[in-house]
Nanobody
Framework: QVQLVESGGGLVQAGGSLRLSCVASGRTVSNYAMGWFSQAPGKEREFVAAIRWSSSSAAYADSVKGRFTISRDSAKNTVYLQMNSLKPEDTAVYFC????????????????WGQGTQVTVSS
């Protein structure tokens, strides 16, 4: 089992920044891919970004390219999502997720999920 705990959400004005953190514990995640997803009220969970622990390979949703950056600190078993130039439409609960193999945009491929952290961007 892998446990994921997110933190760093909050309320920020449009144009501001937040950094989300996701700490992984339990089974070693060195061969896992880690993803961030967002879910706004009444909407499906959407892919935001993903990265592999073992390399710097990353993928982003078109809507966040150039504004968000995913990174990981293997020594701390932590994945980050740096969010800059935030927009009101970024408002959502953000979830961290892990899957055993590949970077993918598909939520169904992820085996483990955190509880989520709320991000609210005011206009």
């Amino acid at each position: 089992q892998v446990q994921l705990v997110e933190s760093g959400g909050g309320l920020v004005q449009a144009g501001g920044s937040l950094r989300l953190s996701c700490v992984a514990s339990g089974r070693t995640v060195s061969n896992y891919a880690m993803g961030w997803f967002s879910q706004a009220p009444g909407k499906e969970r959407e892919f935001v970004a993903a990265i592999r622990w073992s390399s710097s390979s990353a993928a982003y949703a078109d809507s966040v390219k150039g504004r968000f950056t995913i990174s990981r600190d293997s020594a701390k078993n932590t994945v980050y999502l740096q969010m800059n130039s935030l927009k009101p439409e970024d408002t959502a609960v953000y979830f961290c997720a892990a899957n055993r193999a590949v970077i993918t945009t598909r939520a169904g491929y992820y085996d483990y999920w955190g509880q989520g952290t709320q991000v609210t961007v005011s206009s």
